[in-house]
C-alpha cells in the first residue's frame, strides 16, 4: 500500500485565490511527522511546513498552512492568496516514528498559477 | 556555508559501468540520506545514516551501495550502472530529532 497518496498530477488556481492540495498518508505508527515540499521547475527541493502526529493545532506558515485531520488521515496543505512564484511541483512527505528515519514521499502535485 | 552539495551535476554512464556520487554538507549534521526521483513516483530513499560509520537500507537499496567515512560525506556507488537506474539523484542532511530535511541540488545521471 502506497504510504503517501496525492491524487492530483495537476491543479490550476487563479493568481490571489487560495488552493488546497489533498495528502493522504498511512501509517499504524502513534509518532510521525508530515512535511510538504515545494520543487520549482530549477528542481531544488524546498521545506514548506511540518506537521507532528501529536501537535494539536495545524501548523501554519506565512501563507502556507497544514489542514491536519488525523481520523482521516490527511494532511492537506492550503496555501492562500497564491502567487505567480508558486507554481511549482508540490510534494506531500512522511517520517513515521520518532527515530526511525523512513521517509515517504508521494508522487507530488503540480500547481500552476494563473494571471 | 554552502549547506549540502552534490558532485557531479550531471553524468551520462555506459551499462556496466561504475561511479560514485558524493554528497557533502558543512552543517555537523548526523543524519544523511541518498533519494532518487523519477518522473511521477516523487522521491525514493535508497540508504540513509545516521552517523559516522553507519548505513541503513531505504525503500529501494538494491544495486546501490554507501559509505560514511567521514561525518560530512556520504558517498553513493553504482557498481554496474543499469538504464533503471537513470534518475535524478538527490542527497540530504539533518540534525537529531529535526524535522526538515535540507537536499543538495541533486545530480541527473543518464545510464545508456
Known amino acids: 500500500a502506497q504510504k503517501i497518496t496525492q491524487t492530483q498530477p495537476g491543479m490550476f488556481v487563479q493568481e490571489k485565490e487560495a488552493v488546497t492540495l489533498d495528502c493522504t498518508y498511512d501509517?499504524?505508527?502513534?509518532?510521525?511527522?508530515l512535511f510538504w515540499y515545494k520543487q520549482p521547475s530549477s528542481g531544488e527541493m524546498i521545506f514548506l511546513i511540518y506537521q507532528g502526529s501529536y501537535d494539536e493545532q495545524n501548523a501554519t506558515e506565512g501563507r502556507y498552512s497544514l489542514n491536519f485531520q488525523k481520523a482521516r488521515k490527511s494532511a492537506n496543505l492550503v496555501i492562500s492568496a497564491s502567487q505567480l512564484g508558486d507554481s511549482a511541483m508540490y510534494f506531500c512527505?512522511?517520517?513515521?516514528?520518532?527515530?526511525?528515519?523512513?521517509?515517504?514521499f508521494g508522487t507530488g502535485t503540480s500547481l500552476t498559477v494563473i494571471p | 556555508n554552502a549547506g549540502v552539495t552534490q558532485t557531479p551535476k550531471f553524468r551520462v554512464l555506459k551499462t556496466g559501468q561504475s561511479m560514485t556520487l558524493l554528497c557533502a554538507q558543512d552543517m555537523n549534521h548526523e543524519y544523511m540520506y541518498w533519494y532518487r526521483q523519477d518522473p511521477g513516483m516523487g522521491l525514493r530513499l535508497i540508504h540513509y545514516s545516521v552517523g559516522e560509520g553507519t548505513t541503513a537500507k531505504g525503500e529501494v537499496p538494491d544495486g546501490y551501495n554507501v559509505s560514511r567515512l567521514k561525518k560530512q560525506n556520504f558517498l553513493l556507488g553504482l557498481e554496474s550502472a543499469a538504464p533503471s537506474q537513470t534518475s535524478v539523484y538527490f542527497c540530504a542532511s539533518n540534525p537529531p530529532g529535526a524535522y526538515e530535511q535540507y537536499f543538495g541540488p541533486g545530480t541527473r545521471l543518464t545510464v545508456t
Open positions: 501509517t499504524s505508527d502513534q509518532s510521525y511527522g
Open positions: 512527505a512522511m517520517r513515521e516514528g520518532l527515530l526511525r528515519n523512513q521517509f515517504y
